[in-house]
């Protein structure tokens, strides 16, 4: 059964920080893995896509890696703005490409200025 | 830009009764979706719905839910009687046909049972 895990679950920084978010994943079997941004009480924005063949994906100061083979992802957020500030999820699909998203817990992010 | 849309944004209702949730998917996406999450927890896939049927369903989805596409454009997710622990964000997605194969996700509806 596929887990997904984030760490950490919560992390604060000053604006203007560099900063990584950590995916794990249990099995490698993936189709494609999103990140998501989730505003308190609001929906899901999703952030980037990243196809099981693919390495990373870049938009913005967003840049998400894909290592499958050890089931890992990072989301990297450069210059971090408070408007940054929000919990973000990591969601994992597959095997199939019509299959479900299993998402993690989430990192709560909080940029202060 | 086409976006998921779900109705209503906030629905309080009673213990026992019965609730629709509605969602309109983006325009000629064929994969529907329903997700919740109850608060502080994650979200929950409950159930995927492909050319008029349910392609999976995971163990929350028991008896007391069905979902329908009544009219070609909407996608309804009923609860025939609802607990106390059937409180949370329910979440709609839709798919387009595709390679690239994103799940796009609507605002959700925030159920409260009481």
């Known amino acids: 059964k596929q887990e997904v895990t984030q760490i950490p679950a919560a992390l604060s920084v000053p604006e203007g920080e560099n900063l990584v978010l950590n995916c794990s994943f249990t099995d490698s079997a993936i189709y494609n893995l999103q990140w998501f941004r989730q505003d308190p009480g609001k929906g899901l924005t999703s952030l980037l896509l990243i196809q099981s063949s693919q390495r990373e994906q870049t938009s913005g100061r967003l840049n998400a890696s894909l290592d499958k083979s050890s089931g890992r992802s990072t989301l990297y957020i450069a210059a971090s703005q408070p408007g940054d500030s929000a919990t973000y999820l990591c969601?994992?699909?597959?095997?199939?490409?019509?299959?479900?998203?299993?998402f993690g817990q989430g990192t709560t992010l909080q940029v202060k200025p | 830009e086409p976006e998921v849309t779900q109705t209503p944004s906030h629905q309080v209702t009673q213990m026992g009764q019965e609730v629709i949730l509605r969602c309109v998917p983006i325009s000629n996406h064929l994969y529907f979706y329903w997700y919740r999450q109850i608060l502080g927890q994650k979200v929950e896939f409950l159930v995927s719905f492909y050319n008029n049927e349910i392609s999976e369903k995971s163990e929350i989805f028991d008896d007391q839910f069905s979902v329908e596409r009544p009219d070609g454009s909407n996608f309804t997710l009923k609860i025939r009687s609802t607990k106390l622990e059937d409180s949370a964000m329910y979440f709609c997605a839709s798919m387009p046909w595709g390679s690239y194969n994103e799940q796009f996700f609507g605002p959700g509806t925030r159920l409260t049972v009481l």
């Open positions: 969601a994992v699909k597959g095997p199939s490409n019509t299959g479900k998203l299993i």
